[in-house]
């Protein structure tokens, strides 16, 4: 493995492998792009089956999150960082003031949150060491209801471009995963009459969303051949994939999952048969304000409604893919390239 060929390829500009043997730690810290502000990104916990694996993992997500700061309008550049271990274990302070140690020698170029296997408590161990955390008790804390409610709005906007109306009522979605983004898009998705149908690896959650919002049942493999109009991805990525696509009967892609698509190809086979994709970095941008209004004191209705925004983008990003004739994706991808193009004529790089 080159290490500098692996952080060339996507521009990155500085990736910190910081260890503490001692007290359990090893985390790697990814800034990808700082030239419209800091860079933000969560802190993802996770037992990787080797240090290349953990490495490759940060640089994607960080590339990443450049893009979906940028498309949202936000003066934040893209970074991320991961632990390598067992997010399992319960003995956490120590490892996480580690991070936090690691966050600090940065000098303010990336600022943390929660993400995959870590919390707003252990944010809170981050925050002895560092100010360069957010998304945590008393700020914005948990970005889930926001996270939904962007998706929410661009579901709409699927709808809107697909059938000429926004409203979901009668509508049929599923949704596969339903953790605290998913939960929280069922009880809106429920509420404006859509039919829904759900699925996760987790029967308890699937009998909760069920008995609170009517939901319909479906086994995890078989949610991808359900005859609906909107699949809404909520859970793992590469969900989208030479598999899936061979059964996949919908409208519509739009949901909270990061890297929904296996390959670029995928939302190519997307756009060529005419299902409709709202691409990840986009529709799920809600969780990214969340923070960034902490950062700036905003209140929550503030959050929210700079997160209904993700309505009118998706329209921009549709409309640009039909002019264009390209994916959905692809179109995304220049509109956030031309906004940071644009903003280097602005300022440099965050120092």
């Not at 979906?68 to 302070?93: F, H, P």
């Not at 966050?103 to 060491?129: C, H, K, N, P």
């Amino acid at each position: 493995m080159e290490v500098f060929d692996l952080l060339s390829s996507k521009g990155h500009e500085q990736v910190a492998f910081w260890s503490e043997p001692e007290l359990g730690y090893r985390g790697i810290i990814a800034i990808h792009d700082s030239t419209l502000g800091p860079a933000l990104g969560g802190t993802r916990f996770w037992n990787y089956g080797s240090d290349e694996e953990a490495l490759v993992d940060v640089l994607r997500l960080s590339h990443g999150m450049t893009y979906k700061a940028a498309i949202a309008g936000v003066n934040l550049g893209g970074g991320k960082s991961v632990i390598l271990g067992d997010n399992r274990t319960r003995d956490r302070e120590m490892i996480f003031r580690a991070h936090g140690r690691a966050v600090e020698s940065l000098g303010g170029r990336y600022i943390t949150a929660e993400d995959v296997g870590t919390s707003v408590d252990d944010m809170e161990f981050v925050r002895m060491e560092t100010d360069s955390v957010v998304g945590l008790h008393g700020g914005s804390g948990d970005p889930s209801p926001v996270t939904a409610y962007g998706t929410y709005q661009g579901i709409r906007a699927c709808a809107e471009r697909k059938y000429g109306d926004p409203s979901l009522t009668g509508r049929h979605v599923t949704v596969q995963g339903l953790g605290n983004v998913g939960y929280h898009l069922c009880g809106l998705l429920a509420e404006e009459g859509a039919r829904i149908t759900v699925t996760d690896i987790d029967e308890d959650r699937i009998n909760r969303v069920c008995r609170e919002f009517g939901a319909e049942a479906s086994k995890p493999d078989a949610i991808y051949s359900v005859d609906a109009d909107i699949f809404a991805p909520c859970a793992l990525g590469a969900v989208i994939n030479d598999d899936t696509l061979k059964v996949l009967k919908v409208d519509i892609v739009a949901g909270a999952a990061n890297n929904q698509l296996a390959r670029t190809a995928h939302g190519e086979v997307l756009h060529k048969r005419g299902v409709l994709y709202a691409p990840d970095y986009v529709i799920n941008a809600g969780g990214l304000i969340n923070v960034y209004g902490e950062l700036h004191d905003w209140t929550a209705d503030r959050s929210k409604r700079k997160a209904t925004e993700i309505f009118l983008t998706l329209l921009r990003i549709f409309e640009k893919a039909g002019d264009d004739g390209v994916p959905t994706a692809m179109a995304a991808d220049q509109l956030a390239q031309d906004r940071i193009q644009r903003a280097r004529h602005l300022q440099r790089s965050f120092v």
